[in-house]
T-cell receptor, first 110, second 114 residues
Framework: GIQVEQSPPDLILQEGANSTLRCNFSDSVNNLQWFHQNPWGQLINLFYIPSGTKQNGRLSATTVATERYSLLYISSSQTTDSGVYFCAATGGTSYGKLTFGQGTILTVHP | ETGVTQTPRHLVMGMTNKKSLKCEQHLGHNAMYWYKQSAKKPLELMFVYSLEERVENNSVPSRFSPECPNSSHLFLHLHTLQPEDSALYLC?????????????FGEGSWLTVV
């Protein structure tokens, strides 16, 4: 099955800094999503982005499907951005069989 | 609020107990899923239901028994669990089953087996 790798595993920032999280995947995808997991465990959808670029406020994401990677950009980080960021992908015609990366643990200090 | 609701949010059960986790989606989706998140491991897909039929069972032990009575509800029945089954169990739903749809997750059910 598809392999998903995320980097870096941990990231510590000061409030106001910018950051880039990376997701590499091993095969072509028809679904790629970025999630933020809050301290209570809920996975919050950030982007559905199998290809192209999207922006939502201080967050943006780019997926270059031909080169099998996706990037999540966080600008002007805030303490509320802390948590775990997951990239997950589905290849082929799988029924929502998202394969998750290991996640990036982001800590934003005031 | 994602439109996917899970109950209970927290559950402590003994190894000989029988309990159930419940998931309800209010999004009109056709597919529902159970995922498991253990400490220090990536989220793992357990079961997939599409139009109330199970289309995926990802080598899950029989002590976990899913039930999907209709397209809006999904249960995970638990019996004779082991301490290593303690984890966060996440329910999710999507519009279709072709893999190209946004998947929405519930808040999760934290399970502790003692």
């Amino acid at each position: 099955g598809i392999q998903v790798e995320q980097s870096p595993p941990d990231l510590i920032l000061q409030e106001g800094a910018n950051s880039t999280l990376r997701c590499n995947f091993s095969d072509s995808v028809n679904n790629l999503q970025w999630f933020h997991q809050n301290p209570w465990g809920q996975l919050i959808n950030l982007f559905y982005i199998p290809s192209g670029t999207k922006q939502n406020g201080r967050l943006s994401a780019t997926t270059v499907a031909t080169e099998r990677y996706s990037l999540l950009y966080i600008s002007s980080s805030q303490t509320t951005d802390s948590g775990v960021y997951f990239c997950a992908a589905t290849g082929g015609t799988s029924y929502g069989k998202l394969t998750f990366g290991q996640g990036t643990i982001l800590t934003v200090h005031p | 609020e994602t439109g996917v609701t899970q109950t209970p949010r927290h559950l402590v059960m003994g190894m000989t107990n029988k309990k159930s986790l419940k998931c309800e989606q209010h999004l009109g989706h056709n597919a529902m899923y159970w995922y498991k998140q253990s400490a220090k491991k990536p989220l793992e897909l357990m079961f997939v239901y599409s139009l109330e039929e199970r289309v995926e069972n990802n080598s899950v032990p029989s002590r976990f028994s899913p039930e999907c009575p209709n397209s809006s509800h999904l249960f995970l029945h638990l019996h004779t669990l082991q301490p290593e089954d303690s984890a966060l169990y996440l329910c999710a739903s999507s519009q279709g089953g072709a893999g190209g749809d946004t998947i929405y997750f519930g808040e999760g059910s934290w399970l502790t087996v003692v």
